[in-house]
């Protein structure tokens, strides 16, 4: 089976999606925790209380692997590969907190960076659209054009 680039980054994506949106179906209790938190004016008001931290830290995480997935989905598609380096420090993340919460998401992270590591050894598989673009561009002697 031939790898698709952007793959590890969609990955990534969706586990940020799955944190916001668990965030969403929260039980009584969470919501009512965010209910405070609005009501005592949202600015200062995480530091009150663990509970506050914690459901604040898990959408940031949510947030945070959402933007970090568009990043290395990004080099994907550029290079064909993730980098090692995102490899390796998934896996010590999801390492980290599979030792800290065993019964946790953390272990649906655990093969992402499995697939980032196997992926990365690679090397940069074949020529993305991006490349294949540029050197047609270069051979016909038109200007390379801007692919965000």
């Known amino acids: ?75 994907e598609r550029r290079t064909g590969a993730p980098p090692r380096s995102f490899g390796w420090q998934l896996l010590a993340i999801s390492l980290v907190g599979i030792a800290a919460f065993p019964v946790s998401g953390f272990v649906l992270v655990l093969p992402q960076a499995i697939l980032a590591l196997v992926v990365s050894r690679r090397g940069r598989p074949m020529p993305t659209a991006v490349d294949q673009r540029a050197a047609a561009a270069t051979a016909t002697g038109a200007a390379p054009t801007r692919i965000a």
């Open 1 to 75: 089976m031939r790898y698709r680039p952007g793959l590890c980054g969609h990955l990534l994506i969706a586990t940020g999606l799955v944190h916001i949106v668990l965030f969403g179906l929260l039980p009584e209790e969470g919501r009512r925790i965010i209910a405070d938190v609005f009501r005592d004016g949202f600015i200062g008001a995480m530091e009150r209380t663990p509970e506050r931290q914690g459901w604040f830290w898990f959408v940031m995480f949510g947030w945070l692997a959402i933007v970090a997935g568009q990043m290395v989905g990004a080099v």
